[in-house]
């Protein structure tokens, strides 16, 4: 009987061992080896000019390409949390330009904004840089905008009780000093004629009366928190400067669930019987699961009434912005300072007020 034979199979090839592809990353592009965009910028920087405490300004420039190749704008970079930047990324070709507008939250407290850059970022071009000019500050502008009492550190008990601060007008109109720490002003050049306006003074500060050590005076009062300087500037009739003692040194943030940059607000002028809002940054509660939000704020002063009227996020999201009402009492005239407290479910923290009183019109 004849059989077919058995079919053998056939030996499986020898399995190579994976090869895989080597891929070497690209080095990373070095832009100072980029060629700069052919771009023109119209203005050339953005200039906020003079802006007020806890106010919010936008500029805006032209980006124009004036080469003969399109280019490609990815977005842009900040230099300070303080301004947004809105520009769309975009192919920019030839003769077209677009918008960039840079808005600016100004702080509660004088500053100088002119190192604050914008840079725009390009695919294969190098950044271009817009330059910021502007400051913070109330019209009249005092320096410096912090006295620092302890010249070498908070651990030194002495103090120096004496100095000189200089106003100067920063919006070009001429005042004159009325009141300088709730006194007579001391001028460094005596005035002859105390009614004669001028762009700029010198007076000093002294706190001769109060122990170089304990920081008390005779009648048992602390130094105080501020020296403030009254003006017949309509839009500065009060500016003050923090004394900055080791008694009103501020505690560490640690691991506290929020924190205010600022320690102080210069807040509007108010006629007597009215009120004054302002809006405070509050730093920290960005994660939802672990935030503790401020629920109250209080007056720890009688010379005002403290409310929150509102917590909002700000824009970027980092920041809860609280508006805050302030109502001097019916007594209260002239200038005043005074603490109101934040307070939260897990914590609390002071933050200080300066504010003017106007007395009613015909009074």
């Keep these: 009987m004849n059989r077919k034979p058995a079919r053998v199979a056939k030996a499986a090839a020898p399995v190579s061992p994976l ?9 990373p592009v070095d832009e100072a080896d980029l060629e700069p965009a052919t771009v023109k910028l119209t203005p050339e920087r953005f200039d906020f000019g003079l802006m007020a405490p806890g106010s919010v300004t936008s500029r805006t420039v032209q980006l124009r390409n004036v080469g003969s190749k399109p280019i490609q704008v ?3 970079k900040k230099s300070c949390s303080c301004t947004m930047v809105d520009v769309t ?6 003769g077209d330009e677009i918008p960039v507008t840079a808005t600016m939250t100004a702080g509660l407290r004088q500053a100088d904004k002119s190192t604050v850059k914008v840079i725009l970022q390009y695919a294969a071009h190098a950044p271009t840089t817009i330059g910021i000019e502007g400051i913070i500050s109330l019209p009249v502008k005092i320096e410096p905008a912090d006295v620092r009492m302890h010249p ?6 002495k103090y120096r009780t004496k100095g000189i601060l200089q106003l100067t007008s920063a919006d070009g109109k001429p005042f004159r000093v009325l009141r300088s720490g709730s006194k007579e002003p001391e001028f460094m050049i005596p005035v002859v004629d105390t009614t004669v306006l001028s762009q ?6 002294n706190l001769d009366g109060y122990d170089p050590e304990s920081g008390l005076n005779e009648s048992g009062e602390l130094v105080p928190e501020f020296w403030m300087v009254e003006t017949d500037h309509p839009g500065a009739p009060l500016v003050g400067v923090p004394l900055n003692h080791r008694i ?10 929020w924190f205010t940059i600022d320690r102080f607000g210069v807040v509007d002028p108010v006629e007597a019987g009215g009120s004054v809002d302002f809006m405070l940054p509050l730093n920290g509660n960005r994660l939802p699961r672990t935030s503790d939000p401020v629920y109250i704020v209080e007056s720890d002063s009688p010379a005002f009434r403290a409310d929150l009227i509102s917590s909002t996020p700000a824009p970027d999201g980092k ?10 009492g019916e007594t209260t005239r002239g200038s005043y300072s005074g603490k109101l407290l934040l307070k939260s479910a897990n ?14 019109p015909g009074s």
């Design 19 to 27: 090869v895989r592809e080597t891929v070497t990353p690209s080095p």
């Design 74 to 76: 990815l977005g842009s």
């Design 89 to 94: 990324p975009t192919v920019l070709q030839p």
């Design 152 to 157: 070498k550190g908070y651990d030194d008990p």
């Design 200 to 205: 700029k003074h010198q007076v000093r500060w």
């Design 248 to 257: 009103h040194r501020l505690q560490p943030r640690d691991d506290r669930p």
């Design 319 to 328: 920041v809860m912005n609280l508006l805050i009402r302030i109502t001097p």
């Design 347 to 360: 914590w609390e923290a002071p933050f200080s007020v300066i504010g003017y009183v106007r007395d009613p």
